[in-house]
């Protein structure tokens, strides 16, 4: 996947620093992948994140710093390795920034419940003002990725966790509770 395309998941306020990005990004994937792109809105402009990216190596980006750091980190939250996104997600949650929210939220609607757990014990009992202004201007990637919570939480974890118990569905009912508020 080339630079250019990874770099339409960013807004093109951050062309530069997306670029850059992407431009690391790309020369650590494997050679010869394809991925499918999904489309949200940021800020009113269209962006496409790729729906999983496979790295070669699991870098920890340390030689990079700021916006250009957390960018990667957003790439990488798409990786195939679950670990990886872990590590990404983590990394993305210490200072959520508007055009990070699309990576986590899509982070919500998977099935590693140690990210879930990772993303519900920072939001604590609220829900951080990029997420919520994402999820406004996206209402229907919001009802698909609570659809994939229920998915997920039916194929893979209904034999072990009550529903009211699945992080997954306590996320999903605090989110919609703070946006309810917040269209109020």
């Known amino acids: 996947m080339s630079a250019d395309l990874l770099s339409e998941a960013f807004p093109e306020s951050l062309d530069t620093l997306a670029t850059e990005a992407a431009t690391y990004a790309s020369v650590q994937l494997q050679a010869s992948q394809w991925t499918e792109q999904f ?3 940021l800020g009113g402009e269209t962006i496409r994140i790729p729906a ?5 190596n699991n870098h920890a980006d340390e030689a990079l710093n700021g916006d250009i750091r957390l960018m990667v980190r957003c790439l990488r939250s798409r990786s195939s390795d679950g670990f990886e996104r872990q590590r990404a997600v983590r990394d993305l949650l ?3 920034q508007p055009w ?8 919500i609607g998977e099935y590693l419940v ?5 993303i519900a014990g920072v939001f604590g009992e609220s829900v951080p003002e990029p997420i919520i202004e994402f ?3 996206n209402p229907a990637y919001w009802f698909l990725t609570k659809q ?3 998915s997920y939480w039916n194929v893979y974890y209904r034999r072990s966790t009550r529903k009211k118990d699945y992080v997954g569905f306590k996320l999903k ?3 919609d509770r703070h946006l309810r508020q917040v269209a109020r």
């Open 39 to 41: 489309e949200v809105s």
């Open 94 to 96: 210490r200072d959520i």
């Open 135 to 137: 999820l406004r201007e």
């Open 114 to 118: 140690e990210i879930l757990d990772d």
């Open 173 to 175: 009912r605090q989110i």
């Open 52 to 56: 999983r990216l496979r790295f070669r």
């Open 100 to 107: 990070a929210a699309p990576f986590i939220v899509a982070l």
């Open 148 to 150: 994939r919570v229920s």
